[in-house]
């Protein structure tokens, strides 16, 4: 665990005996750019590697539920709280004051873990049905899709960038570079915004596609869709169909024209790439510099010509896309099993 947005707080995984774990505990993110003050509930062991606290139910209780029912409660509590500028010490936190269900004056754990069960069961028969609605059920894996699958690649090492801007100049970078990268049009305070909106607003936070919400501002301030937002502290990257506001340090990945338009799936594979060349990479206070960021190299497949592969890539984006969701119409289907019997 680490001072992480998503991911259930997971920044590494590691080998037994490497840190000291515990079972069905609550991780607090201690600080961080965007991440203080989220809590985490852990079934499997878990251990911290920093900038966290581990917490557990009193006199023994394990119970994952529960667990998941008190991180949503710490997180509503903590997390509009603290900040990297007002970190969430346990000198702090362990006098703050939470609101739960109680039964004779006592938390009422039992209905905190029975809520739980009712908000898992309804998520899984929402989603069966949402997988058939949309037609997601459908997901044969062909000969062809494991042909390709199993394919043996040539690759390529390419600058992440072609250009990018800098005080409203264009900085050059490699004319094979991925992408174009430019700040976003207008950064807009999240805190003074009314999310009531017909636009998405992009935030750096992990979940929902980086949607925080919508809003209606002056269209001279937005990005156009089919970019990447990438939120440079975080180093988050969430592909955008339609045109999009944005907050603070947020950068906007567009394909280099060469390359033609950017669409989804060819955005899964190479945020997928991005993120295999950021793994190795040494976040610090320069690290963020669009200078810095744009000299990184990512490692594409490249056709028999030695060009960058496009079509492979869209190709193989869509086979695992078939292969997560038949994976997850399984399970849907497991748990809906176990449920009815």
Not at 4 to 10: C, E, I, R, T, Y
Not at 13 to 27: L, Q, R, Y
Not at 82 to 101: C, G, H, M, V
Request: glycine share 6%.
């Amino acid at each position: 665990m680490n001072a992480k947005v998503g991911d259930n707080g997971v920044m590494y995984w590691a080998k037994e005996g490497d840190f000291e774990t515990h079972e069905n505990v609550i991780a607090v993110v201690q600080d961080g750019a965007v991440a203080a003050g989220l809590v985490y509930a852990h079934k499997n062991k878990a251990g911290i590697y920093s900038h966290s606290h581990m917490i557990a139910l009193k006199n023994g209780l394990k119970n994952h539920n529960v667990n998941l029912f008190l991180s949503a409660v710490l997180t509503k509590t903590l997390y509009p709280k603290y900040s990297r500028d007002y970190i969430a010490t346990w000198e702090k936190i362990k006098n703050d004051r939470i609101f739960l269900p109680t039964s004779n004056k006592r938390p009422f754990f039992y209905y905190m873990e029975k809520h739980i069960e009712l908000l898992t069961t309804e998520g899984i028969s929402q989603l069966d049905a949402y997988l058939k609605a949309s037609a997601f059920n459908n997901f044969e894996i062909t000969k062809a899709d494991f042909q390709l699958f199993n394919k043996t690649i040539k690759t390529k090492m390419f600058k992440l960038a072609c250009n990018y801007e800098m005080r409203k100049k264009i900085v050059p970078v490699n004319e094979d570079g991925i992408f174009e990268i430019k700040p976003t049009k207008k950064k807009i305070n999240a805190n003074i915004t009314d999310f009531n909106g017909a636009h998405p607003y992009i935030a750096r936070g992990e979940s929902n596609n980086g949607v925080k919400g919508f809003i209606t501002e002056n269209l001279s301030g937005i990005n156009k869709g089919k970019t990447i937002a990438f939120g440079q502290d975080t180093a988050t990257m969430f592909y955008q169909k339609d045109d999009y506001f944005t907050g603070d340090k947020i950068q906007i990945l567009s394909l280099n024209s060469k390359y033609g338009e950017l669409d989804e799936l060819l955005a899964m594979y190479l945020i997928s790439a991005i993120k295999k060349s950021f793994s190795n990479f040494s976040w610090g206070a320069q690290s963020f510099a669009v200078s810095v960021i744009s000299e990184i190299e990512i490692e594409l497949p490249i056709n028999n010509a030695g060009m960058l592969d496009l079509n492979y890539m869209r190709s193989y984006a869509e086979v695992i896309q078939k292969m997560v969701i038949k994976r997850a119409a399984e399970w849907t289907q497991k748990e809906l099993d176990a449920t009815e019997s």
